[in-house]
């Protein structure tokens, strides 16, 4: 089993910055993906980036230039800054981890994140 807590969310103006963190912990295989999904209210989650434990990242379009993730191994945490952000990533924010190999996916809790015009 695997747990992630994720922290950083908030309400924040258009152009502002967050910075969302999400430490994972308990059975994590060494070949993993971490990622970060979103939810807005009536759709459907949709992909935001995921990075490899070798580093190899992945950004849905929207968010490219405006979005970076990271991740930091051995503090099993991955970090996803982003700046100017807009009214429409307005979203509860979502960690996921992929123990790669068996397939097994975790989700965190979520966090609120809030942008306004």
Not at 59 to 81: E, H, M, P
């Amino acid at each position: 089993q695997v747990q992630l807590v994720e922290s950083g969310g908030g309400l924040v103006q258009a152009g502002g910055s967050l910075r969302l963190s999400c430490v994972a912990s308990g059975s994590i295989f060494r070949i993993n993906r971490m990622g970060w999904y979103r939810q807005a209210p009536g759709k459907q989650r949709e992909l935001v980036a995921t990075i490899t434990n070798l580093g190899s990242a992945n950004y849905a379009d929207s968010v490219k230039g405006r979005f970076t993730i990271s991740r930091d191994n051995g503090q099993n945490t991955v970090y996803l800054q982003m700046v100017n952000l807009k009214p429409e990533d307005t979203a509860v924010y979502y960690c996921n981890l992929l123990n790669i190999g068996i397939g097994s996916a975790y989700w965190g809790q979520g966090t609120q994140v809030t942008v306004s015009s």
